[in-house]
């Protein structure tokens, strides 16, 4: 069964950063996507990054562009989400899936997700 595990959210002050891990087990095939979602009070989940683990290949929303920065290390399982320059806006809980084949930024797209992480921006 695949599982994966978030770490690294908390609470920061605008203009800092943080660093999201999103920790996987079970995926036998290397061929797979990672992506990031956020969901922040009464809005829908949407897309932040996203990696294709073969090749590394990157999708980022236009909101992450320049300030986040996704990244793998194949050989922990592990995709790292550094996000800088961090805006009241970027509050949320953030989630890590993965889905087989190419990236996608549908989150319906995805099969297995993560418990969440919440990211909380302060003034």
């Known amino acids: 069964q695949v599982q994966l595990v978030e770490s690294g959210g908390g609470l920061v002050q605008a203009g800092g950063s943080l660093r999201l891990s999103c920790t996987t087990s079970?995926?036998?095939?290397?061929?797979?996507?990672v992506g990031w979602f956020r969901q922040a009070p009464g809005k829908e989940r949407e897309f932040v990054a996203a990696i294709y683990s073969s090749i590394g290949i990157k999708q980022y929303a236009d909101s992450a562009k320049g300030r986040f920065t996704i990244s793998r290390d194949n050989a922990k399982n592990t995709v790292y989400l550094q996000m800088n320059s961090l805006k009241l806006e970027d509050t949320a809980v953030y989630y890590c899936?993965?889905?087989?084949?190419?990236?996608?930024?549908?989150?319906?797209?995805?099969?297995?997700w993560g418990q969440g992480t919440q990211v909380t921006v302060s003034s």
């Open positions: 079970g995926r036998t095939n290397s061929a797979y996507a």
């Open positions: 899936a993965t889905k087989l084949g190419y990236m996608s930024q549908t989150a319906g797209a995805y099969d297995y």
